[in-house]
């Protein structure tokens, strides 16, 4: 459900000028000892559908139950794309964010979120093992933040157009493809390391070994291959009902998809889709709360990160926004909610080789993320080289 809308060009320029900033690692403050008073107020940035209070629908409503528990009125301000979160955690006076890995890392480089005592999170230990220390959600030994949910970029097909079924990346990038102009992949900076995980194994004399840590060879060859399927492309997409309704009325037959989107055209009665996870591996998005470096509510930034990862809650926000919950025994509690047993193994939840194949989002840096040197290409210049791809 990460409904997402255009930025302009200064919005762009905006955030190029902030990325700037990176590799700083600043520690953006201390950890908090201990959890107080909450401050009866909350104010989130998140992603469309993690903090559901029944106005949008009766049925999905858990941010009513955590105000009556705690005393924390929240209000949440919905943002539509990596890059705005960062820019409105830049302008401050939000508590914490729902940041995936595109925008984690700068947040923490830029200063502008705090270490998080995992401690104090009693849901923290019951959370999946791979979704913790990562390089989306830690920094010099410093946990910055609980993860929530994740998911998988599948490749996805029209299997009553494209009738001799994928099983690698290879595909959207052939630039004679006989389904120019119907192919789509996700309108993100981000996505360059989708080019980078392909060319991982189709040209290995790159050496490509993190598509998040790449050298100035390995990023060019990644730019080009993308330059080169811009001509193939129909439409990027960054809003899931919209690349949903491209994929059902056929003026999409293959590319990047979430589980969701292929939930939602199933849904409106389109039957013909079929996903796999090609043989490369894919990208993925793994969300993390993370506090603000000068919250003004920290307590009860800090009873939101353990009411949201409690198995109840968790149940509901994996259900409703479509995601492998965080905590795996949110997935009895589906079961148990919504009468859901086919939930987590669709999302494959607890599918620990599953999730070992995703390469996550993190945000890169100079300091190259898998310790292998200081010389790679640091994201600010992945967001002007997204620009150039798309003319």
């Not at 920290?298 to 905590?327: H, K, L, R």
């Not at 070992?356 to 200081?374: D, E, H, V, Y």
């Amino acid at each position: 459900m990460k409904t997402a809308r255009y930025l302009g060009a200064l919005m762009a320029m905006t955030l190029i000028a902030s990325a700037c900033g990176s590799d700083s690692k600043s520690s953006g403050g201390d950890a908090l000892k201990s959890i107080g008073t909450g401050e009866k107020a909350l104010n989130l940035i998140v992603w469309a559908g993690y903090a559901e209070d029944g106005s949008t629908d009766p049925a999905y409503d858990w941010v009513h139950p955590f105000e009556t528990q705690t005393g924390c009125i929240v209000k949440s301000t919905t943002a539509a794309t990596s890059d705005e979160m960062f820019q409105l955690m830049s302008n401050g006076g939000y508590d914490g964010v729902s940041a995936s890995g595109d925008s984690s890392v700068r947040l923490i480089d830029a200063g502008l979120v705090a270490p998080v005592n995992t401690a104090l999170i009693k849901n923290y230990a019951d959370l999946s093992s791979f979704l913790k220390d990562q390089h989306y959600n830690s920094s010099d030994g410093k946990n910055y933040g609980i993860p929530h949910g994740w998911g998988a970029n599948y490749l996805m097909w029209r299997n009553d157009i494209v009738t001799t079924p994928p099983d690698s990346w290879s595909v959207v990038f052939d630039k004679a493809s006989p389904y120019k102009g119907k192919i789509t992949a996700y309108d993100a900076p981000i996505y360059i390391a989708d080019a980078a995980l392909y060319l991982k194994s189709a040209q290995p004399d790159l050496g490509i070994d993190d598509p998040y840590s790449l050298n100035k060879t390995q990023f060019d060859a990644a730019v080009a291959l993308l330059k080169d399927q811009h001509t193939v492309i129909g439409e990027y997409w960054n809003d899931y009902l919209k690349a949903a309704g491209a994929f059902e009325q056929g003026s999409t037959v293959l590319g990047t998809t979430w589980q969701v989107i292929k939930n939602t055209a199933e849904a409106a009665g389109t039957t013909t889709l079929s996903t796999v996870l090609p043989k490369e591996g894919a990208t993925g998005w793994s969300d993390t709360w993370m506090i603000a470096s000068k919250a003004a509510h920290p307590n009860c930034m800090y009873m939101w990160m353990d009411y949201i990862t409690s198995p109840a809650v968790q149940a509901q926000v994996a259900y409703y926004f479509g995601e492998a919950p965080a905590n795996p025994k949110a997935c009895a509690e589906i079961a148990t909610q919504f009468k859901d047993t086919t939930h987590c193994d669709v999302y494959k939840a607890t599918d620990d080789a599953f999730a070992k194949s995703i390469s996550f989002w993190a945000t890169p840096r100079k300091q190259c993320l898998n310790g292998k040197g200081s010389d790679c290409v640091p994201f600010v210049d992945w967001i002007k080289a997204w620009t150039e791809i798309k003319g």
